[in-house]
């Protein structure tokens, strides 16, 4: 049982971090402010204009970001429950399985879920950095993942 929340906090709380500063940074490079795709997460509730609030506040980016990281912990409990149904792999089986992952989160926030429910980075940003920012959370999984093994290897050597 440890092993999957260990598994899902560290693979949950690194894609949380990496799709963050990715989105962030894309926003940057696109002439936005950093906060703004973060605002628009928060469109579940404000609604599409929340993608169009260039301030930093704790209505829209502190909701967006909390939203953005309760996504992120729950997709990395899915793979964190993955990992530990499964023996040790190698760094590339690793990878290959949060992109894989991370393709199936892709499909479900924009092609299943109700718009309301998207993660609102299309609000702010365009589709490819859109994209790039679930590559970052793939990344993100699978360091985490990364992270998790050799806290279960260090204790398995003690």
Avoid at 50 to 77: E, K, P, S, Y
Avoid at 99 to 123: C, N, Q
Wanted: net charge positive; glycine share 14%.
């Amino acid at each position: 049982m440890w092993n999957v929340v260990r598994n899902a906090l560290c693979c949950g709380a690194a894609a949380g971090l990496t799709s963050t500063a990715a989105v962030m940074a894309l926003a940057c490079l696109e002439g936005r402010r950093p906060w703004q795709p973060l605002n628009g997460t928060s469109h579940w509730l404000w609604g599409e204009e929340a993608g169009a609030v260039t301030r930093l506040d704790a209505r829209h980016t502190g909701i967006g970001l909390a939203t953005n990281q309760g996504a992120a912990m729950f997709w990395g409990a899915i793979f964190g429950g993955w990992l530990a149904a499964r023996p040790p792999r190698s760094r590339i089986a690793l990878f290959r399985d949060a992109s894989l992952l991370t393709m199936i989160a892709g499909l479900v926030d924009y092609g299943l879920v109700p718009k309301r429910l998207t993660p609102g980075w299309e609000l702010a940003v365009s589709r490819k950095s859109v994209a790039a920012t679930f590559a970052a959370m793939g990344l993100g999984l699978a360091v985490g993942g990364l992270v998790a093994s050799r806290g279960r290897e260090g204790r398995q050597r003690a």
